[in-house]
């Protein structure tokens, strides 16, 4: 069944689509790495004649900040791309573009304990020598797991 469409739409949807980090979930994310960092720092230092405590403590305040770090960083590359998505391929923000014929496998990682998003990912596995698969952590993206596989499928589209 063909689905008819305007010029305008068919001309927005050859453009390719530019995907970038949400600068608000970044903010709240560092928010909330920073309470996080700051509460396991505190708890680490009440319990610190315990080399137990100290040692399990200081894991989870490095853990915090790290991911704290991550928001951050991801904060000064708000207006760069994270991924492009278009009739060619995806091409990520180090520059590898995968053509879709080389695509084996695109799949979009979303895994939560108890309702709380824990991890979140795209992979992309190839028919190519290099890369075989190209992975990139996406817990900040501007869309979610449904619209980014929809695009593919679109711009994909072409070569059925």
């Excluded at 403590?57 to 951050?72: E, P, R, Y």
């Excluded at 060619?88 to 309702?115: A, C, K, P």
């Amino acid at each position: 069944m063909e689905i008819h469409s305007s010029a305008q739409s068919r001309a927005k949807a050859e453009k390719p689509r530019q995907i970038f980090y949400s600068r608000t979930r970044l903010i709240i994310g560092g928010v909330i790495w920073s309470a996080a960092t700051a509460l396991f720092g505190g708890l680490t230092y009440k319990g610190l004649p315990d080399t137990t405590v100290l040692l399990i403590g200081g894991i989870f305040t490095l853990l915090a900040a790290w991911m704290l770090f991550n928001c951050i960083r991801g904060l000064g590359r708000v207006d760069k791309p994270v991924l492009v998505i278009s009739r060619q391929g995806i091409q990520f923000d180090d520059g590898v573009l995968i053509h879709w014929e080389h695509v084996r496998e695109n799949t979009y990682l979303d895994q939560s304990y108890m309702g709380i998003p824990v991890f979140r990912a795209i992979e992309v596995k190839t028919t190519l020598p290099k890369p075989k698969r190209k992975h990139v952590r996406v817990s900040a993206l501007e869309i979610g797991g449904d619209e980014y596989l929809e695009l593919c499928s679109r711009y994909s589209s072409h070569l059925r």
